[in-house]
C-alpha cells in the first residue's frame, strides 16, 4: 500500500514538471535571451528591429555665420546656446561693426573666405554684390524653398525685390514699409508752447526754437534744434526730401523715369538743411558725424529733433536720456506736409538687409539644405523670439499675448541685440510675439508707422535691374552724396551742384536712365 502511494505521488511530481517546463519555455523562455533555435534562427532581424527603437542622434550641422554688430561688444553665447539646442546646430557667429563692415565684406569676398552664412549690411551692399551674384558665385536657393514649410511663408513680394534676373539668391530681414519720422523733446516743445509740426515750415521753426529759446532752462545756449549724421538715406534727409515731394530714389518726368536728384524738390531739401546749418540750428558737422555720436548728443539734452531711421527707436532713446533728464518726455511725429500741402513717406522694398551663401564656402547641395533647415527653423515662433525677444522669463515675459521686454535694459541690448537684427522674415511670417509697448511716444509711434503706409512712395526701380547700375551704381552715387554734402556746407551753389549731376550721367549715369526706363516700360 504504502508502495502503490508512493509510486502515485512520483507519477503526479513528473506530470507537474512536464507542465511547469512547457509553460515556461513555450513562449521563447520570457526573459531568456533570443537564440537560433527558438526565434528561426533570425538574429540579425530582432537586432535590426532594436536599432529600430533607438536611432542614433542626428550629428549638429555646423555653420559659420557673418554679421554686421550694431553694439559696442560681440554678445556672450547666452542666445547661441540655446539657439543649437533648439536648431541642432553648432554655430559660430563672426560679428564685425557695423560702422566698417563693407570694408571686412569686401575684403573677405576678395580672399575667399566668406563664411557659409554671409548677411550683408543694407540694400546697397546687396548692389555691391549682384555683379558677383550674377557671376555664379553664391548659390540660388528659390528652387528649394517648397522643400521647407516655413521658408516657404516669407512673402512673394517682397522676395521679388531682391531677385537678380529674375533668380531667387537670398533670404530677408524683413521691416515695416515706412517707420521713419521725428523723435523729439515734447517737454521742450509743450514748455515753448509748440504744436508737432505739421508742415515743414514749422519744422524748421521747431529747429530754431528749440535753438534760440533755452528749452532746457539752465540758461546758456548749449542746445540745438536737428541732430543728424552722416547718412542721406537714414539720417534726416531723405525723410525731409520725401516731405518735400522728392521722389522715392526715382520718379517719373516727362513720361520717364528720372533720377531724385534730378527732381526741383530735392533742391529745396537741401536749401532746408543748409538754412538750418547756417542758423546754427543742427549740429554744424553732420556731414561727419556717426550714428552713434548723434544719439549721444540727443540722449545727452544737447538736441531735440532726431528725425529719420525709425521712430521705434523711441524706446532706447528714452532709456538713457530719462537717467540724465527725469523730466523728460520724448514724443513721435511723422504727418509734415510739405510746401504743397500734400503728405507722403517714402517706403523701403519690405526689408533692409539679405542673407547670401557663398559657393566658395557651401560646396554642395546638400549642404546648402542642411544650412536652409536651420533657417527654416528659425522661421518658428519658438526660435524668432528666443532670437529677436530672448529667453523667456529672463529677458522679457507675456502679457496678452505681447512681449513685454524686461527691465534690465542693459542685459537685452548686450545679450540679445546682436542676434535680434539677424532675425529673418517678421511677425506675420515667422510667428514672433509684436512688442508690448507701454510709453506713450512708442505706442504713438506704432500707429504712425501704419498710417505712413497710407500716404507711402515706393522706389519704382525696387524690383528692376540695370547692369550699369550694378556695375557703377554704388560708385557714381557717391558723387550725388559728396555734391549734396557740399551744397548743404555752401560749398557749391546750384550751378555747381547741376554740374556734378552732368558728371554723374556722363561717368554712366545717362546709361542707366536708359537701362532703368527700358524695363520700366515693358
Not at 27 to 35: D, F, S
Not at 427 to 434: A, L, P, R, V
Amino acid at each position: 500500500m504504502k508502495k502503490k502511494s508512493f509510486s502515485m505521488l512520483l507519477t503526479a511530481l513528473l506530470m507537474f514538471s512536464v507542465v511547469l517546463s512547457a509553460c515556461s519555455g513555450g513562449n521563447n523562455g520570457g526573459n531568456k535571451a533570443p537564440t537560433a533555435s527558438n526565434n528561426g534562427g533570425n538574429t540579425t532581424a530582432v537586432v535590426e528591429k532594436e536599432k529600430e527603437k533607438d536611432p542614433e542622434p542626428e550629428k549638429p550641422t555646423e555653420i559659420k555665420i557673418m554679421l554686421p554688430l550694431n553694439t559696442s561688444e560681440a554678445p556672450p553665447d547666452t542666445i547661441k546656446n540655446e539657439l543649437e539646442k533648439l536648431t541642432n546646430t553648432k554655430l559660430t557667429y563672426q560679428f564685425f561693426p557695423a560702422d566698417t563692415y563693407e570694408e571686412k565684406l569686401n575684403s573677405s569676398f576678395a580672399t575667399g573666405s566668406l563664411p557659409q552664412v554671409t548677411y550683408l549690411k543694407n540694400q546697397t551692399t546687396f548692389i555691391q554684390m549682384k555683379e558677383a551674384i550674377k557671376d555664379g558665385q553664391f548659390w540660388e536657393i528659390g528652387p528649394y524653398l517648397s522643400e521647407f514649410p516655413n521658408l516657404n511663408k516669407l512673402k512673394p513680394e517682397i522676395l521679388n525685390n531682391t531677385k537678380v534676373d529674375g533668380k531667387l539668391y537670398t533670404l530677408y530681414i524683413g521691416r515695416p514699409l515706412a517707420r521713419q519720422g521725428i523723435i523729439y523733446r515734447k517737454d521742450w516743445a509743450d514748455k515753448l508752447g509748440l504744436s508737432a509740426p505739421a508742415n515743414v515750415d514749422e519744422l524748421f521753426e521747431m529747429a530754431k526754437a528749440f535753438t534760440e529759446q533755452d528749452p532746457d532752462g539752465n540758461g546758456q545756449k548749449d542746445t540745438t534744434g536737428i541732430v543728424d549724421r552722416n547718412e542721406l538715406i537714414y539720417g534726416a534727409f531723405k525723410t525731409v526730401s520725401a516731405w518735400f515731394g522728392t521722389p522715392n530714389t526715382w520718379g517719373e518726368k516727362d513720361g520717364q523715369l528720372a533720377p531724385e536728384f534730378t527732381f526741383s524738390q530735392y533742391i529745396d531739401t537741401m536749401d532746408f538743411f543748409k538754412k538750418a546749418r547756417e542758423g546754427g540750428y543742427m549740429n554744424q558737422d553732420f556731414a561727419a558725424t556717426s550714428k552713434t555720436d548723434a544719439v549721444n548728443m540727443f540722449k545727452s539734452g544737447k538736441g531735440g529733433l532726431y528725425i529719420g531711421g525709425s521712430m521705434q527707436d523711441i524706446d532706447s532713446l528714452n532709456k538713457d536720456l530719462v537717467k540724465n533728464f527725469p523730466d523728460a518726455v520724448l514724443d513721435t511725429h511723422s504727418m509734415v506736409a510739405g510746401p504743397d500741402g500734400n503728405f507722403a513717406q517714402w517706403m523701403i522694398p519690405g526689408y533692409n538687409n539679405v542673407v547670401l551663401f557663398p559657393k566658395s564656402a557651401v560646396k554642395d547641395e546638400a549642404e546648402l539644405k542642411k544650412i536652409l533647415a536651420f533657417f527654416d527653423k528659425m522661421m518658428t515662433p519658438e526660435v524668432s523670439n528666443m532670437m529677436f525677444w530672448g529667453i523667456e522669463g529672463v529677458h522679457y515675459t507675456v502679457e496678452n499675448g505681447q512681449a513685454k521686454p524686461g527691465e534690465d535694459k542693459e542685459l537685452i541690448e548686450r545679450e540679445v541685440k546682436g542676434f535680434k537684427d539677424s532675425v529673418i522674415g517678421e511677425s506675420e511670417t515667422n510667428g514672433m510675439y509684436e512688442s508690448l509697448n507701454l510709453l506713450p511716444g512708442r505706442i504713438h509711434a506704432e500707429e504712425l508707422v501704419l498710417a505712413n503706409v497710407k500716404v507711402g512712395v515706393p522706389d519704382p526701380t525696387a524690383a528692376l535691374d540695370s547692369a550699369t547700375f550694378t556695375e557703377k551704381g554704388v560708385e557714381l552715387q557717391q558723387i550725388i552724396t559728396d555734391a549734396t554734402y557740399k551744397y548743404m556746407y555752401g560749398q557749391l551753389d546750384k550751378a555747381g551742384f547741376e554740374k556734378e549731376v552732368e558728371s554723374w550721367k556722363s561717368r554712366g549715369g545717362e546709361k542707366i536712365i536708359e537701362e532703368y526706363n527700358a524695363v520700366y516700360k515693358k
